[in-house]
């Protein structure tokens, strides 16, 4: 399970490290692409193949789904760990999600998001003044 939520540094290079926590759901490779809310995904090879079956499937006469899925397939690169554990974030994706030098990754069981830093704070403090309302709309949906 991918769970947390970790600050990090981007080198000189562009490379993160990925939480020791995490590596092993990596040792096969994993895609990084680009996320929702100007963030990034980073899938395990089994994760990818599964979302992206379904992205492909998805109905290419809809303007949402060719936009959908262009946005995830086109944004991806696969990417390996080196040796100390760390990923290279491709230049146009960092553009893409405002990555500066501080990031933070938050495991959400399938996938690790990385967000620039100061706009993971302004997101989280966005999110929890509205948690009520949210846990009030998901209850509805029996969440």
Request: aromatic share 8%; no cysteine.
């Amino acid at each position: 399970m991918l769970l947390g939520e970790y600050k990090h540094t981007v080198d000189s290079k562009g490379r993160i490290a990925v939480p020791a926590k995490f590596r092993d759901a990596f040792v096969a490779g994993a895609i990084i692409t680009r996320g929702l809310d100007r963030s990034l995904f980073i899938f395990s090879m089994v994760e990818w193949e599964a979302l992206a079956k379904k992205l492909v499937a998805l109905p290419i006469a809809q303007g949402n789904s060719r936009a959908f899925a262009r946005l995830m397939l086109a944004g991806a690169m696969d990417v390996k760990l080196d040796q100390q554990g760390r990923i290279l974030i491709p230049d146009y994706l960092r553009e893409y999600a405002g990555i500066g030098k501080q990031v933070v990754l938050a495991g959400l069981m399938s996938r690790i998001e990385v967000w620039d830093a100061d706009a993971w704070q302004a997101y989280k403090a966005k999110t929890e003044s509205a948690s009520d309302e949210i846990a009030e709309q998901l209850g509805e949906l029996g969440i």
